[in-house]
């Protein structure tokens, strides 16, 4: 079959010729339409990412039919039309993930491939509504988006709910997710067309995060926060705790400007914040935020195709940081 292998770091994604995997009892083989891209893959490629093993077939989200079962596994599954869950042995408390939890993709092979061998409990119906373009879309950034925004941060209807960093993959489901909830979202981006974007898709507001006042704007603008969820950390953070109500909630879930240099941690304890991390999700809330996308019929913004042989070329897209939604490998 053919797949995207990454056998050495730095080196540029191309299509191999491999062997399509052989799958144990509890196992399925699905035969992958479409792929989707997560910033993960540019750590993985740059070497900036965790227990990554090499040769690796990289790739979290993938859409497709299930074309073999394994002996343990129901028969009724062959010629589904699926999704994967990524959140590999997540385990059994509900808070945490266990210690061998583990995204599909690294440091077992992933979707970018014609075919991937996954544990039958991770196979879910593609939602009718969705094209399997549309719903490689959302596995990993949709089940982040949904643990951070409505579990971690609990966005409730009627709340402002600030989202940071909107161009990203997750940060628009999580503009998606707390719009069908029916809260006041207000977003901020680098980029003035994707906040134009952005209301377009029902946020009410949003500033861009290179003006030198944009926390200001954004309070004027609001009036404050009840739920932040950010991705970015590093000097925004003390931003968004003075953005935050009083018994406001901050969930982050990624830390794209690094660590953090400034802050006056007296407003977090005088506020009675709370500072909630949040990492991907537990079965439960993947198999909740699928019936929420179907209940609220949420179509995934895909931010542009491309095909299989073109792997190098997306994730060059993704790494640059222009793409507004998500980019999608076609692989059928
Ligand atoms: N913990 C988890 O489970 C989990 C899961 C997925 C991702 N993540 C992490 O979350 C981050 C985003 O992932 P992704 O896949 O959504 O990546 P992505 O699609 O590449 O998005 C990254 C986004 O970061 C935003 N950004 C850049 N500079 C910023 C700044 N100064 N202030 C605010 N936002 C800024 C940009 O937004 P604009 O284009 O709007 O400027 C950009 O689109 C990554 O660090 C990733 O590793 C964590």
Same mark, same amino acid.
């Given at each position: ?35 989707? /891209? ?19 077939? /990289?790739?979290?989200? &993938? ?7 394994? =002996? ?37 092979? &992933? ?10 409990? $991770? ?6 509504? /969705? ?8 596995? $990993? ?16 209807? &009627? ?7 909107? &161009? ?12 069908? =909830? ?13 906040? =134009?974007?952005?209301?377009? /898709? ?70 009675? !914040?709370?500072? $909630? ?30 095909? !299989? ?24």
């Amino acid at each position: 079959m053919q797949a995207i292998v990454l056998e050495e770091l730095n080196q540029k994604l191309a299509v191999k010729q491999v062997e399509i995997p052989a799958i144990a009892d509890n196992e399925v083989l699905v035969n992958i339409k479409y792929a989707a /891209l997560n910033h993960r893959d540019v750590w993985i490629q740059k070497g900036q990412y965790g227990g990554i093993v090499l040769p690796i077939i /990289l790739g979290a989200d &993938g859409s497709g039919i299930v074309t073999k079962v394994g =002996a343990n596994v129901s028969a009724d599954w062959i010629g589904k039309e699926v999704v994967i869950n990524p959140s590999m042995n997540w385990g059994n408390n509900p808070r945490v993930q266990a210690k061998d939890y583990v995204i599909l993709g690294t440091p077992h092979d &992933g979707t970018f491939a014609e075919y991937v061998k996954v544990a039958a409990k $991770l196979l879910h119906l593609k939602p009718s509504h /969705l094209s399997f373009e549309q719903a490689a879309a959302f596995p $990993l950034a949709g089940l982040t988006s949904f643990r951070a925004t409505m579990k971690r941060a609990a966005a409730k209807a &009627g709340e402002n709910v600030l989202i940071t960093g909107i &161009g990203g993959g997750v940060a628009l489901f999580c503009v998606q997710f707390a719009v069908a =909830a029916g809260c006041n979202v207000y977003v901020t981006s680098g980029d003035d067309e994707k906040i =134009a974007k952005a209301i377009a /898709l029902g946020a009410k507001g949003g500033v861009n995060y290179k003006n030198q006042n944009w926390d200001k704007e954004l309070k004027a603008m609001s009036g404050g926060f009840e739920a932040i969820v950010d991705s970015s950390g590093g000097d925004t953070f003390a931003k968004l705790v003075d953005l935050a109500k009083p018994a406001g909630r901050i969930a982050m879930y990624g830390a794209t400007l690094g660590v953090f240099n400034s802050g006056v941690p007296a407003k977090i304890f005088w506020k009675q !914040l709370d500072i $909630l991390g949040s990492t991907m999700g537990n079965d439960e809330e993947f198999a909740e935020m699928l019936a929420f996308i179907n209940e609220n019929k949420i179509v995934p913004v895909v931010d542009e195709v491309f095909e !299989l042989a073109h792997a190098q070329t997306a994730i060059e897209k993704m790494s640059s940081g222009k793409q507004f939604g998500k980019i999608v490998l076609r692989i059928d």
